[in-house]
């Protein structure tokens, strides 16, 4: 298992990618953030995700590291789909700890309680 490198320091921490793959994540990142979605997909509506990340000039292990444990979708899914997985991931860090996952901190059988609550 890797960590995902999903966060300033954990991109420029990492040593799977090299400094050039680091500046180019960080700046697909940043820009997957702070622009709207419509914006970016003006000229990749028709394309998969795979195709509008190398559009946007990403090496395949930065698609790699994007599409399987960032967007977590297919690499042949749409390029909008892809695009709102990404965002969502992204507004998620930071929310209930330093990742965007919830996992049960006392045992399994919170969740099925949790669950019941909500009937």
Not at 50 to 67: A, G, M, Q, S, Y
Not at 80 to 106: I, N, V
Request: glycine share 6%; net charge neutral; with cysteine.
């Amino acid at each position: 298992l890797e960590q995902v490198p999903s966060s300033r320091s954990d991109v420029f921490g990492t040593k799977h990618l090299s400094v050039v793959e680091k500046r180019i994540l960080m700046k697909f990142l940043s820009y997957c953030v702070s622009e709207q979605e419509e914006e970016i997909l003006k000229h990749a509506t028709d394309k998969s995700f795979r195709d509008f990340l190398r559009h946007e000039k990403l090496t395949d292990n930065l698609i790699h590291f994007v599409v399987h444990s960032i967007a977590m979708v297919s690499p042949d899914a749409g390029a909008a789909l892809g695009l709102s997985q990404t965002k969502k991931f992204l507004e998620s860090l930071g929310r209930y700890g330093s990742t965007p996952f919830l996992w049960s901190m006392y045992g399994s059988g919170e969740l099925p309680q949790a669950f019941c609550r909500l009937c």
